[in-house]
């Protein structure tokens, strides 16, 4: 699905990142205690860093924080703000949306429009998808794209195959109306009869797990051995691992190839090819079969932040490009990102005239909550209701 805009541009970007970083150097014994096979590691699979939240940071605290240094950054009136999408796959809540409570507490308009947008990795591309239309229909003039997901804090670090994968991050993009910016064009293709290659069964009502009931919650918190030696439960994430190298190495490619032939240009045309950073192989791999060199396709995303998931993309932008951007400079860039649904999405959007905050690392604030803080907080709700 082809979709170009013109006369709208991304903005500003602010990146924010956990405090904690894990190297693999802190993981020897995984390593057999040896560098030398750390340092394999890190050259044959990319593993190197990655920021992990910790365990009472949520998605939303990590977006609301890359919010605020957004708009203190640029200025911004919050009460021209008028929309705010929250695009996330772990939320604070089953319901209301999460976008109400970072609503909230960005201090944003009444008549701000806010929503939830659940996505995995490919969400900051569908944010920005979304956010086009939403000025392309003529009803905004702008619009707060705010991304966040944590999806390492829960991991175990002796989970081999996954731990070593994954960081945390939250982002925040600013999309606004601009006469004679130039033209974007996005690419989305959705294969949805691949949905549960990437997927977690037990966290939704199709289970019907009633976690009241303790046989329930023993069934669903029950591990169990898989094929690849691992221990999983119906609690956590479902990978069809070759189904899921498949549609990336492939579907992804295809879909930027058509991008750019839809568009009228080729790999001389561009700058960069910024991609989803899931790993390593994976990234090599469709950069090639794009028709992309390796040089134009970075991979110090996944190497310094670890995978987070859809924020991986601009963390890669601004790692690679940060200081060229905030010094004025423009990029000829396009990016790609595909995952969980399963949905790939490529944009050709030339990057220049816009602002970069510097990333910073997140900061509890004032007043902060810890889990048990708001267990005890809940609690009292309902006793006093």
Not at 5 to 32: A, N, T
Not at 282 to 291: D, F, H, R
Request: glycine residues 10%.
């Amino acid at each position: 699905m082809i979709k170009k805009f013109s006369d709208i541009k991304m903005s500003g970007l602010s990146l924010v990142l956990p405090s904690r970083e894990i190297s693999i150097y802190d993981e020897l014994q995984y390593y057999g205690n040896s560098e030398k096979k750390a340092e394999r590691a890190h050259k044959m699979a990319g593993f190197w860093k990655r920021r992990v939240a910790d365990g009472d940071v949520t998605a939303a605290d990590l977006g609301v924080a890359a919010a605020e240094k957004l708009i203190s950054s640029m200025s911004l009136d919050r009460s021209r703000i008028e929309a705010m999408l929250f695009v996330v796959q772990q939320p604070d809540y089953g319901g209301p949306c999460t976008s109400y409570s970072v609503h909230h507490r960005l201090g944003l308009s009444k008549d701000c429009y806010v929503t939830d947008i659940v996505q995995g990795c490919v969400g900051w591309c569908f944010g920005l998808l979304s956010a086009f239309q939403m000025i392309a229909s003529g009803a905004y003039d702008s619009v707060l794209l705010v991304n966040g997901d944590t999806p390492a804090k829960h991991l175990d670090p002796s989970d081999r195959i996954n731990a070593p994968l994954f960081g945390d991050a939250g982002v925040a993009t600013l999309v606004e109306r601009c006469e004679g910016s130039p033209e974007v064009v996005f690419n989305l293709d959705t294969f949805s009869d691949g949905f549960e290659a990437l997927i977690t069964p037990g966290a939704g009502a199709r289970l019907s797990f009633d976690v009241r009931k303790r046989s329930d919650l023993d069934e669903l918190t029950a591990t169990f051995d898989t094929a690849n030696g691992r221990k999983a439960c119906m609690a956590e994430s479902y990978m069809d691992g070759p189904a899921v190298f498949e549609f990336s190495t492939q579907k992804a490619p295809a879909g930027i190839r058509y991008l750019m032939s839809h568009v009228g240009k080729g790999v001389d045309d561009y700058d960069m090819l910024f991609l989803h950073q899931a790993n390593k192989q994976i990234i090599q791999t469709v950069g090639s079969n794009a028709g992309f060199p390796a040089e134009k396709v970075p991979y110090s995303g996944f190497e310094n932040f670890g995978n987070n998931t859809m924020c991986s993309i601009p963390s890669t932008l601004l790692h690679e490009k940060g200081d060229l951007l905030r010094s004025g400079g423009s990029l000829r860039a396009l990016f790609c990102a595909f995952g969980n649904g399963l949905v790939s999405c490529a944009i050709d959007m030339p990057i220049c005239g816009m602002k970069f905050v510097e990333t910073s690392v997140y900061e509890r604030p004032e007043g902060f909550k810890t889990t048990g803080e708001w267990r005890t907080y809940w609690r009292e709700k309902f006793i006093n209701t």
